[in-house]
């Protein structure tokens, strides 16, 4: 292979490598028996959050900042894509007691 060759190869490998986006993450975030667990979760912006509500009666988590707001059915799940990075805390709005934390990272 010549050196001119040998380089433009390189640079497409580099390039290749930096244009194809980081695969995204889908996250479950279970609603039983009054909880939200875990009550603390990392992830990114583009991840999915499958929130899944496994009490016979409805939940919702919905974020203090007004980023989502996702109700819950009776044993049934949602899901919802971060777009944005922060801590976001949220709760059930039928359950106020039931609160968690959602750290997303860009």
């Known amino acids: 292979m010549t050196p001119g060759r040998l380089a433009a190869s390189v640079l497409a490998a580099a390039l290749l490598s930096i244009s194809v986006p980081a695969h995204a993450a889908t996250i479950e975030i279970t609603m039983e028996n009054l909880v939200i667990?875990?009550?603390?979760?990392?992830?990114?912006?583009?991840?999915?959050?499958t929130w899944v509500n496994k009490d016979a009666f409805a939940h919702t988590a919905t974020a203090k900042n007004g980023d989502f707001d996702v109700t819950l059915p009776p044993n049934k799940s949602a899901t919802s894509v971060l777009k944005k990075a922060g801590t976001v805390e949220y709760y059930c709005r039928y359950h106020p007691n039931m609160k968690a934390t959602l750290k997303v990272e860009p």
């Not at 667990?37 to 959050?49: C, L, Q, W, Y």
């Open 37 to 49: 667990s875990p009550a603390e979760m990392s992830a990114k912006v583009g991840d999915t959050i």
